[in-house]
């Protein structure tokens, strides 16, 4: 369960989230839409830690985590630029977070190989980022983020640089993503399609507020 | 009709920067004719320069080394950190670079002077020693590299790095695991630059660590030495070696993708 409560975020003087107040209960499908500059990416920073609200508090599963630094959060974050690290191989990216957790080899390299076929990312392991396509790399930066085992998965327009064919098939993965781990998702778009086939809880940024628009 | 202005603006430009390039060239082949290759290689065998050669390559590489040291860190804050006062404290790393070199040499000439530099000088002797001519070399060409790597992490992403921070990272470990991978290139070039900055070093090492031969001689302060007892066959052959030596950093740099 996800609690925002009086999220409020000013900057010079000029108030872009004002009051936001939510609640999306574990396992939801959530997506969010508004329009361009409404401060649907600014939420999603507040939420994962990465910028500080001006007032407001941040509660998962009823812990207060305003405070706590992003890595303390346990949430998972596909910016809309995917922001694969540059210069380290698929295999790399996807096994970052359980390296870094200390993950013993054999552990951590079963760990990629099931996400890499889970997201059929397996012939690409060893690959750059430069050498993938569109759609190659928002697998990789899924796989990373869900490499993690996060609770909470946040999604800033991430299949906004698909064609609509990949979209189509991203949107099948996403919802299959979301069942298997059981994650509670917050997805950005500006898709009316792709928020009615994936959200369960639709939510909208309305002149600094968020407002539920329909639940599922 | 406006094709053929616009072509005739090119032109007047193309003339301008050739006009620039041919005077370098001029300068470059008439010092390069003042004498032979023969010579050339005749001085630079002789051990004082042999020396002050060895010295310019060591002390520029260990001035570089500590630029690079400090420029990635600051670099880093400069670019990534929002806060009070920044653009003063922008500009004042600047300062290295418009201050005359020989005041950068007086003013570590007075500081070994005080109490505070004195004490430093028990525990490392700087002044009119090796030592100093790094630390000349260093003062000035810290504040390139640091401009240097400012620039790369500018031209980088902070993204990755906030979403290393999500993965589980330190800001140290966002800095050590994704930013500094990715600004490698940026690395290479700010050491070369911090390299080719020191080994043009002259004022401050002059009045900071002295011209004294087989000691603190190096291949500028060799260059001035020998103009002033009136050898410029020598002084030539020196100045020759060290635009070569400019050249090959110049290229090592546009290698790595960087601009000077």
Known sequence: ?216 | MSFNRSNLCWLALALITAGYLLFWALLLGATAAYSTPDSWLQVLRSPEILHATFLSLVTCSFAAGFALLLAVPVGYLMTRLEFRGKSWLDAALDIPIILPPLVVGLCLLIFFQTKIGKVIEMAIPFTYQVTGVVLAQFVVAAAFAIRTMRGTFQHLSARPEDVALTLGCTRFQALWHVALPAARRGMVAAFCIAWARSLGEFGPILVFAGATRMKTEVLPTTVWLELSVGNLEAAVAVSLFMVLLAVLVLVAVRATGEKV
């Open chain 1, 1 to 216: 369960m996800i609690q925002l409560e009086h999220i409020t975020w000013s900057v010079s003087s000029r108030t872009i989230l004002d009051q936001v107040s939510v609640a999306i209960p574990a396992n939801t499908y959530a997506v969010l839409m508004g329009p361009t500059g409404c401060g649907k990416t600014t939420l999603l920073e507040i939420l994962c830690g990465l910028r500080r609200a001006t007032a407001g508090r941040v509660l998962l599963d009823g812990v207060d985590v305003t405070d706590l630094e992003p890595r303390e959060r346990g949430i998972g974050y596909v910016p809309q630029d995917l922001a694969l690290f540059p210069g380290l191989r698929v295999r790399e990216q996807i096994g970052f977070a359980p390296k870094l957790r200390g993950m013993a080899p054999d552990a951590l390299n079963q760990r990629v190989n099931r996400l890499a076929e889970q997201f059929g990312i397996a012939p690409l392991l060893d690959r750059l980022p430069d050498m993938l396509s569109g759609g190659e790399k928002q697998r990789v930066a899924l796989a990373r983020a869900l490499a993690a085992q996060p609770k909470l998965l946040l999604l800033d327009e991430p299949l906004s640089a698909l064609d609509e064919s990949m979209r189509a098939e991203a949107m099948v993965l996403l919802q299959r993503v979301q069942q298997e781990h059981a994650l509670t998702v917050l997805h950005v778009t500006h898709s009316s399609s792709e928020a009615a086939a994936l959200g369960t809880l639709h939510l909208r940024m309305v002149a600094g507020r968020l407002v539920v628009e329909s639940q599922g």
